[in-house]
């Protein structure tokens, strides 16, 4: 079953519990996000990746850099312990890791949870792979990955879980669920960027990508 599958079961579940009001203010919400053109103005393939160091879940520090000497890397963002999309997605990643790690490369996930909200999100879905805590979305911003809440789905999302709770901020941001292939050069080879938070990258298409670099 692809990971797109498992995402669209989701959506399917939710649409069908969720009130109307919330299905269209959600729907809004990501349309909002598409006409700011999040997505042309992000990274894209063929850019040069920006290096950073931040800080794992256990609160070791790592370097983009560094894991580029070593191999190709896959690097992709989550927007939250709390999204039910992101948690299939994490959980897809880890059951292809050893494919992942086959086809010469690392992977780095980067979220704007705080620590300990990242940590419950790793040991959760017992994750192998490395979670960084870009707080404030600073990374995610020089990839110009970060978009802003609509007023009302922050208020929608307030009613459910407090942001403040796990990012530590109220700016109501959040990063695209961006996944990209960086080659040992630093140079972006496969780019997946939808501002549809239920979209993302296929695990297939990841390995293909890699195996196509080596």
Not at 32 to 45: C, M
Not at 79 to 91: D, F, K, M, S
């Amino acid at each position: 079953m692809s990971l797109q599958t498992k995402l669209d079961a989701r959506r399917a579940d939710f649409n069908q519990k969720a009130p109307q009001t919330t299905k269209a203010a959600y729907q809004r919400g990501i349309e909002s996000v598409i006409n700011s053109g999040i997505v042309r103005q992000a990274k894209q393939e063929g850019d040069q990746a920006v290096d950073f160091t931040l800080s794992n879940a256990q609160g070791q520090s790592v370097s983009l850099a560094e894991y580029l000497k070593q191999d190709l890397v896959v690097l992709t963002w989550y927007r939250g312990g709390w999204c039910p999309y992101c948690n299939i997605t994490l959980r897809a990643l880890q059951q292809v890791l050893p494919e992942i790690k086959a086809a010469g490369s690392s992977l780095l996930t980067l979220t704007p949870e705080l620590p300990d909200k990242s940590l419950s999100t790793q040991e959760k879905n017992e994750l192998d792979f490395e979670v960084l805590i870009d707080q404030n979305n600073e990374v995610a911003r020089e990839y110009g990955l970060v978009f802003k809440l609509a007023p009302e789905v922050s208020e929608l999302y307030r009613k459910n879980l407090s942001l403040l709770e796990y990012n530590g901020n109220d700016s109501d941001e959040l990063p695209l669920a961006a996944t990209y292939v960086i080659d040992q050069k630093g140079e972006i080879r496969y780019a997946f960027l939808d501002a549809e938070y239920r979209h993302r990258a296929e695990p297939e298409q990841i390995i293909e990508a890699l195996r196509s670099l080596r």
